[in-house]
């Protein structure tokens, strides 16, 4: 059964700094990773799709990369700013028809 | 551009009453649809998904059900609340099993 961690599971950090949040899996047979953002009480906004033959993806002040052999995947976050500040989750694929497997995420906070 | 809409955004119900919450889906055909849960400090647990009209595949035992009556449609239902139904349900869909996933806002559900 596949397993997702995520850490740290809450990490505090003053404006301007790059960040690096971590997530691993126990089966490294998937097909993709995604990363979320969930904001208080909302729902949950795809940020980067990294397939399984994929190193990295970018979007913006994000970057995702993907060891796959290893199980690990890290979102990196340029430039901090308190509009940064949610919830980021970590979810694998095995390419069937039964969704993601969700990490519990990181809760993130820039401090202004 | 495709949309999805899940109601209501908040109910509280008493222990035994009947539930059900709606999910849509516009601007796509044939999606794949889920029904996730998020309770507090467990992360998110799939509940149902659908590949199809009428095609429902359980993860959990539970006393919900899942249904999909027409082809971007999928509703979420119990004959009788229990405490520990309470949690935050989170509607989502994918067209194919192996692209990024969407999620709807959300649905806050507290069983009083």
């Known amino acids: 059964k596949q397993e997702v961690t995520q850490i740290p599971a809450a990490l505090s950090v003053p404006e301007g700094e790059n960040l690096v949040l971590n997530c691993s899996f126990t089966d490294s047979a998937i097909y993709n990773l995604q990363w979320f953002r969930q904001d208080p009480g909302k729902g949950l906004t795809s940020l980067l799709l990294i397939q399984s033959s994929q190193r990295e993806q970018t979007s913006g002040r994000l970057n995702a990369s993907l060891d796959k052999s290893s199980g690990r995947s890290t979102l990196y976050i340029a430039a901090s700013q308190p509009g940064d500040s949610a919830t980021y989750l970590c979810?694998?694929?095995?390419?069937?028809?039964?969704?993601?497997?969700f990490g519990k995420g990181t809760h993130l906070i820039i401090q202004p | 551009s495709q949309t999805i809409h899940q109601w209501p955004a908040t109910l509280v119900q008493p222990v035994g009453s009947p539930l059900s919450l709606e999910c849509t889906v516009e601007g796509t055909s044939n999606p794949n649809l889920y029904w996730y849960r998020q309770a507090a400090g467990r992360g998110l647990q799939l509940l149902f998904y659908?590949?199809?009209?009428?095609?429902i595949s359980s993860e959990v035992p539970q006393n919900l059900s899942a249904s999909r009556p027409q082809d971007r449609q999928f509703i979420l239902s119990s004959k009788k609340l229990l405490l520990s139904d309470s949690g935050f349900y989170l509607c989502?869909?994918?067209?194919?099993?192996?692209?990024?996933?969407?999620f709807g806002e959300g649905s806050w559900l507290t069983v009083v």
């Open positions: 979810a694998v694929s095995g390419g069937g028809a039964d969704g993601l497997t």
């Open positions: 989502a869909w994918a067209q194919g099993a192996r692209n990024t996933i969407y």
């Open positions: 659908s590949v199809g009209i009428g095609q």
